[in-house]
Structure formats: structure tokens, C-alpha cells
């Protein structure tokens, strides 16, 4: 009997990742353990971008706040205004008019698209497609331009204000939003052929990084991170607010949670936000776009409220508590980057180094949110 060939001996060696890395999708640091081209564990360290966001934001007045949130998760900018703005509208027992409404739907759903654009792009740069990046960021530019057109500014509008919008959309924005729709469809299409079934694409995603519905639960996954393992809960659907429970629309979600899953699932919310949109352009009625008389000077009564929404990375919740004065006592952001980052070590385990810039960014974090 012929004697077994000897076993290849390996070493455990601990690898440093990030902070500066340009895989890690910001400023973030892993602390690797590795055996060979395998990832045995892996020690998340947070902290590099820490903003102070929370801290910061009981030291100024209500109307001062929103900026903040803008830079929080700046992809996903009016999202984050949405939630804040609902969590003291909230607090104050206050009603927004039903015009203020539909515009917030309108321009969190543009923002969502433009979000997932950027997703897109970078996933496809992961895995070593450019072309498809280009296209993405194409149909994002377009939107960029309708958000500077209605709010002045592209990526931190600071255009949603306590009890509405700042200001009502510009004229001919109807027109102009028509337009922008067909050609971002065009640019999701060529995305879509250019991706989602190639060949390289799908055996890097396919299978790899794998988390069942429970295991994601266990860990606080949300959003699209959540969807992608079969498990269909979306804010929007299961706890509806502005006008989402007056819109047609279907909640995507994938069969076996690996990056193809989570990638396909952002793909298809694109299209679903663009049927929301179009539906809030028919149906938005005239009327007032503020529901104070003066939105500076706010000074809820004492108490606490919680808001939550469904920004593009999962659920995000808002936590203020007023002493009755015109600043927060205090505010506290549950933020679905840092919750979906809790199964970063349970989606590392086992992959390939190669794999580790792939399976991170289909988390799509924001580190201003992870490290408010």
C-alpha cells in the first residue's frame, strides 16, 4: 500500500485591511486571520470616520439638524432628512400636507435609485467591470441634475424641513422629470445586460457569502442585505408612512443570500421606485408644501418620540427626546449600515481573500453611518 502523499503545512497569519484600503468602501479597518488564500475570522474595527453626528445635534435648534443627517449616509441623503423630520414631526403631533408628502416620496425614491447607482457601480468595479459602472453613474448624474434643479444643491440638499419641503418643485419639473425616468430606465437596462448574467460576474457572486433568513434576523440585517435571503420586510410595506400605503409597488427578494442575491435585489428595487415615482407624479395634488407657519424656532413639548423609515441600505430609526426647550435633549440614530455590518464575520468565514472586497460591498456601507 503506498504511503499517503504528505499534507501541504500552512500557517495562520493575521493580515491587516483598511483603514485606508480602496476595497473597504471607506475608511475602515479588518484585522484578518488567514490560512492560506482562506479567511478563518476576521475583527471588525470601526471608528476611523467617527462623526459625532448625535452628539453634535443636541447642541444646535431642531431646523439646524438636518445637515447632519445629510452627511450621515450621503448617498442616501433625503432618506435620512425624511426620518429625522418624521421623528420631530412626530414629537410635535404635527400633520404634513398631503403635496409635502408625495414630493418626500418622490425625491426618497430618486434618491434611492441614485444610491443603488452608485452600488452598481462599485460592484461591478469589485469584480472587475468597468463599463457597467459607467452607465450607472450616468443615470446618476441625471438625477443629481433633478435634485439640483428642485433643492440647489446635488448631493446634500437639505431640502425636507419640519412639517414638509423647503420649498415646492420648480416649474416644468414634470417635463423635465419625464425625461430624466426614460433615460435612467435606459441606463438600468444596459446595467442589468451588461451584469447580471455574465459569466465572470455570476461565478464571483454566485453562491459566495451565503446567509440563510434566520441566520440574517439573528444578526440585525436589514434593507436589501435582508431581502437578498428571502425574508420580505421592507418599512415602507410593513408600517407604512407619507404615502406609501396609496402606491402599487413589490418588495424583491432573493432565494439563496449570496452576492448575486443581494445585488439582483437592488437591481429590481430600481425598477420598483421607478413605478413609485411615476405613480406619485400622477397623483400628486396642488396645494401647501409647509405645514408650520415658521419651521425655525421649533420647541416641541417634553417627551420622546421614534421614528423609522426605509432608507436604501435597510431600516433607519430615529430616537429624540425633548426637554421643551429648542434643542433636542437627545438623539439617537439606528443606522442599517451598522447593523448590517454584525454579519460581516459570519459572511468572511470561510472565503476566499479574494472574494473579502466583493462580499463587503454588497453590505454597501456608508461609514459616516456606521460611526455616527
Known sequence: MAESEPRLQTTEINVNMGPQHPATHG?????????????VDVTPHIGYLHRGSEKLAEGLQYHQITPLFDRMAYPAAMNNELVYCMAVEKLMGLEVPERAQYIRVLMCELNRIASHFLFLSSIGLDTGALTPGLYAFRGRERLMAFFEAAAGARLLPNYFVVGGVREDLHDGWKEQLSGVLSLVEFDTDEVDKLLTYNEVFVTRTRNV??????TAIEYGALGPVLRASGVPYDVRKAEPYMVYDRLDFDIPRGENGDCWDRYYVRLFEVRQSLRIVRQAMERIPEG??????RPTGIRPPKGEAYARSENPTGEIGVYLVSDGSSNPYRVKVRPPSFCNLMALKHLLREAYVADIGVILGTLDIVLGEVDR
Open 27 to 39: 475608511v475602515f479597518r479588518m484585522v484578518l486571520a488567514i490560512d492560506g488564500e482562506r479567511v
Open 209 to 214: 457569502a451565503l446567509i440563510d433568513g434566520r
Open 288 to 293: 401647501p408644501v409647509q405645514g408650520l407657519r
